[in-house]
Nanobody, 121 residues
Framework: QVQLVQSGGGLVQAGGSLRLSCAAS??????MGWFRQAPGKEREFVVA????????QYADSVQGRFTISRDNAKNTIYLQMNSLKPEDTAVYYC????????????????WGQGTQVTVSS
């Protein structure tokens, strides 16, 4: 059974940091990533990560502030979020796909349960 189980998130003041985790099980994924959805807005891409090559791609809005990393032994990816801004407030979703490029936003067939990140000003 394929599962993406998220943890982390919460409430932080602007300029603070949070870390999200996503533990994957059930299938080997080619690409994992994070998306987010703010109230009243469409879900948007945050970052993608290739398990095989280790390459990453970040959205311009988070480049330099967010860092994705992995723990191979735990089959887990992490999203370290620094210098958080109120506009980062959203529900964050871990996502995974079995094939396809990290540069393609489509093909994510597996999703985590979502976790709330709230950044106060």
């Amino acid at each position: 059974q394929v599962q993406l189980v998220q943890s982390g998130g919460g409430l932080v003041q602007a300029g603070g940091s949070l870390r999200l985790s996503c533990a994957a099980s059930g299938r080997p994924f080619s690409t994992m990533g994070w998306f987010r959805q703010a109230p009243g807005k469409e879900r948007e891409f945050v970052v993608a990560f290739s398990w095989s090559g280790g390459s990453t791609q970040y959205a311009d809005s988070v480049q330099g502030r967010f860092t994705i990393s992995r723990d191979n032994a735990k089959n887990t990816i992490y999203l370290q979020m620094n210098s958080l801004k109120p506009e980062d407030t959203a529900v964050y979703y871990c996502a995974a796909k079995l094939s396809g490029s990290i540069y393609s936003r489509s093909g994510y067939g597996y999703w985590g349960q979502g976790t709330q990140v709230t950044v106060s000003s």
